[in-house]
């Protein structure tokens, strides 16, 4: 009677000691106040690009191949090109065949071919690049037509595949091949400790990724084509090989990053793939539609540069690939690169990652000097701003864990 029940072996106390001023302290950490603000400015970001891509899409010097007779031709390019705010770009060609090459080389995005035995012109449209830019240009033509007692027809020479909805599916598969690249090396982080961080073990990890892209490359091939038929299944082959080169780039720029800045090294990764690379990726919009920021970023970025390269090897046989496939070879080299000789660096670095000072022992341990008693016994404790269990994949767990919110309500787009 009058004295405290002594705690069981193993229980903590409901508040330390030092009440809860202690407690705040302990929870509160500078490193947990410094990564809440980080997550406010991701998410701030992330509001701010999408909605400043996508709020007001508007055509912007859209390439338009024009076809007239002798005389008509170059009056009706000018008209075009005059039109109030620019957004059209008109290229004369010969006839509707030169047209139709064109658009099937992606350089230009639509064409209107002028009919002088009718009083109907038709405008063709490549629904496969995307159904956005199709109808921006139709809604720019209908009122100039309007204008010149016309009429007008839209033909589609290049469409979508029956299972591609507004030609979205390049732009989701993309998406999804990279959400598994970047996770997939944050994860091997998280297993293993970023600030384990040696050569050779970057090196299994980069090996195992390149597994990994060459098993997703090939799932999403056959997953858009024989099983759903979203993209003509003939690309397969093609596919997976694409599929392979973008989760790689995507999960060895990761990697790279996370040698040089630990776990903030996946929030840079986050911040430049889903919130810039995913608005400005031509997915949700045509890059022509967007405003020039995103319209300049978009293909350096391996959102826009999978996009573009899904697209144009699965319905565009003429389109050019060097650009697309230069970007995303260049990030899956640098990644690789950049992860074995930062982590050779830095692992010959006194106190730098992978070594710990001898004789110490780990943050919020027992042996710990900030720590005192035993873990496990009734007043195990650490001080103030030493939490019990700082790990750093506690705090991995979390950015992956914003980094799957963000990849998903992208899909939204």
Same mark, same amino acid.
């Given at each position: 009677?009058?004295?405290?029940?002594?705690?069981?072996?193993?229980?903590?106390?409901?508040?330390?000691?030092?009440?809860?001023? $202690?407690?705040?302290?302990?929870?509160?950490?500078?490193?947990?106040?410094?990564?809440?603000?980080?997550?406010?400015?991701?998410?701030?970001?992330?509001?701010?690009?999408?909605?400043?891509?996508?709020?007001?899409?508007?055509?912007?010097?859209?390439?338009?191949?024009?076809?007239?007779?002798?005389?008509?031709?170059?009056?009706?390019?000018?008209?075009?090109?005059? %039109?109030?705010?620019?957004?059209?770009?008109?290229?004369?060609?010969?006839?509707?065949?030169?047209?139709?090459?064109?658009?099937?080389?992606?350089?230009?995005?639509?064409?209107?071919?002028?009919?002088?035995?009718?009083?109907?012109?038709?405008?063709?449209?490549?629904?496969?690049?995307?159904?956005?830019?199709?109808?921006?240009?139709?809604?720019?033509?209908?009122?100039?037509?309007?204008?010149?007692?016309?009429? %007008?027809?839209?033909?589609?020479?290049?469409? $979508?595949?029956?299972?591609?909805?507004?030609?979205?599916?390049?732009?989701?598969?993309?998406?999804?091949?990279?959400?598994?690249?970047?996770?997939?090396?944050?994860?091997?982080?998280?297993?293993?400790?970023?600030?384990?961080?040696?050569?050779?073990?970057?090196?299994?990890?980069?090996?195992?990724?390149?597994?990994?892209?060459?098993?997703?490359?090939?799932?999403?091939?056959?997953?858009?084509?024989?099983?759903?038929?979203?993209?003509?299944?003939? +690309?397969?082959?093609?596919?997976?090989?694409?599929?392979?080169?973008?989760?790689?780039?995507?999960?060895?720029?990761?990697?790279?990053?996370?040698?040089?800045?630990?776990?903030?090294?996946?929030?840079?990764?986050?911040?430049?793939?889903?919130?810039?690379? +995913?608005?400005?990726?031509?997915?949700?919009?045509?890059?022509? %539609?967007?405003?020039?920021?995103?319209?300049?970023?978009?293909?350096?970025?391996?959102?826009?540069?999978?996009?573009?390269?899904?697209?144009?090897?699965?319905?565009?046989?003429?389109?050019?690939?060097?650009?697309?496939?230069?970007?995303?070879?260049?990030?899956?080299?640098?990644?690789?690169?950049?992860?074995?000789?930062?982590?050779?660096?830095?692992?010959?670095?006194?106190?730098?990652?992978?070594?710990?000072?001898?004789?110490?022992?780990?943050?919020?341990?027992?042996?710990?000097?900030?720590?005192?008693?035993?873990?496990?016994?009734?007043?195990?404790?650490?001080?103030?701003?030493?939490?019990?269990?700082?790990?750093?994949?506690?705090?991995?767990?979390?950015?992956?864990?914003?980094?799957?919110?963000?990849?998903?309500?992208?899909?939204?787009?």
């Amino acid at each position: 009677m009058g004295t405290s029940e002594p705690h069981p072996p193993g229980a903590r106390p409901a508040t330390p000691p030092g009440g809860a001023a $202690a407690e705040l302290r302990d929870a509160l950490t500078p490193r947990a106040v410094l990564l809440v603000l980080a997550v406010l400015a991701l998410h701030l970001a992330f509001v701010l690009s999408y909605a400043g891509a996508f709020h007001a899409p508007t055509p912007q010097r859209v390439p338009v191949a024009v076809v007239a007779p002798p005389g008509q031709a170059d009056q009706l390019a000018e008209q075009l090109d005059d %039109l109030p705010g620019q957004p059209l770009r008109a290229h004369v060609v010969d006839d509707e065949a030169a047209a139709v090459a064109r658009l099937e080389r992606r350089e230009v995005d639509a064409a209107i071919v002028a009919n002088p035995d009718s009083d109907t012109d038709t405008v063709l449209v490549a629904s496969a690049a995307g159904a956005s830019v199709g109808e921006a240009v139709r809604g720019v033509l209908t009122p100039v037509q309007q204008e010149r007692g016309r009429q %007008l027809q839209t033909r589609d020479v290049v469409p $979508a595949a029956s299972g591609d909805a507004r030609g979205l599916t390049p732009f989701y598969l993309v998406i999804g091949w990279m959400l598994g690249g970047y996770l997939a090396s944050a994860i091997m982080g998280l297993a293993g400790g970023e600030h384990r961080a040696r050569p050779a073990r970057v090196g299994v990890r980069l090996a195992v990724l390149a597994g990994y892209a060459v098993l997703s490359g090939l799932g999403g091939a056959l997953i858009v084509g024989p099983v759903l038929d979203a993209l003509p299944s003939g +690309n397969v082959l093609v596919l997976w090989w694409v599929g392979a080169l973008v989760a790689f780039a995507s999960g060895a720029t990761t990697m790279a990053l996370q040698v040089l800045f630990g776990v903030v090294g996946v929030g840079v990764a986050i911040l430049a793939f889903v919130v810039l690379g +995913n608005p400005s990726a031509g997915g949700a919009y045509d890059a022509s %539609l967007l405003p020039p920021f995103w319209r300049a970023v978009g293909p350096w970025l391996p959102p826009g540069a999978g996009t573009t390269l899904v697209r144009d090897t699965a319905y565009f046989g003429d389109a050019p690939i060097a650009g697309p496939v230069g970007v995303l070879s260049g990030y899956a080299v640098l990644g690789v690169a950049v992860a074995l000789i930062a982590a050779a660096l830095l692992s010959r670095r006194p106190g730098g990652r992978g070594q710990r000072r001898r004789g110490s022992a780990p943050p919020g341990t027992p042996g710990d000097r900030r720590c005192s008693g035993h873990r496990g016994a009734p007043h195990f404790r650490c001080e103030p701003g030493t939490s019990r269990n700082v790990t750093p994949n506690r705090f991995h767990a979390l950015i992956v864990a914003i980094a799957v919110t963000n990849a998903v309500s992208c899909s939204s787009s």
